[in-house]
Nanobody, 115 residues
Framework: QVQLVESGGGLVQAGGSLRLSCAAS????????MGWYRQAPGKQRELVAA???????NYADTVKGRFTISRDNAQNTVYLEMNNLKPEDTAVYYC?????????WGQGTQVTVSS
């Protein structure tokens, strides 16, 4: 049973910054990638950023240049640093880990950006 716990969400003004953390616990092995997704009301869940076991990263065009994903394999933790936040970044952010045989999702953390 793999459990993911996100933290760091909250309410910020446009132009502000937040750092999300996702700590994994349980029977964790063989992680291929870690990522962050988000879902706004009435919208589809979308990939925000991902990082592979080899360190390669991918970002949604809407966040490229503003967000940075990083990982700490020793701590089984993935981070998302969000800078220059915009109201359209408002969403529930979900952490996701995957291997060849399993996928784990966090419970989500709310990020609200006010104008």
């Amino acid at each position: 049973q793999v459990q993911l716990v996100e933290s760091g969400g909250g309410l910020v003004q446009a132009g502000g910054s937040l750092r999300l953390s996702c700590a994994a616990s349980g029977s964790i092995f063989g992680i291929n990638s870690m990522g962050w997704y988000r879902q706004a009301p009435g919208k589809q869940r979308e990939l925000v950023a991902a990082i592979t076991s080899g360190g390669s990263t991918n970002y949604a065009d809407t966040v490229k240049g503003r967000f940075t994903i990083s990982r700490d394999n020793a701590q089984n933790t993935v981070y998302l640093e969000m800078n220059n936040l915009k109201p359209e970044d408002t969403a529930v952010y979900y952490c996701r880990l995957e291997s060849r045989t399993w996928v784990a999702w966090g419970q989500g953390t709310q990020v609200t950006v006010s104008s």
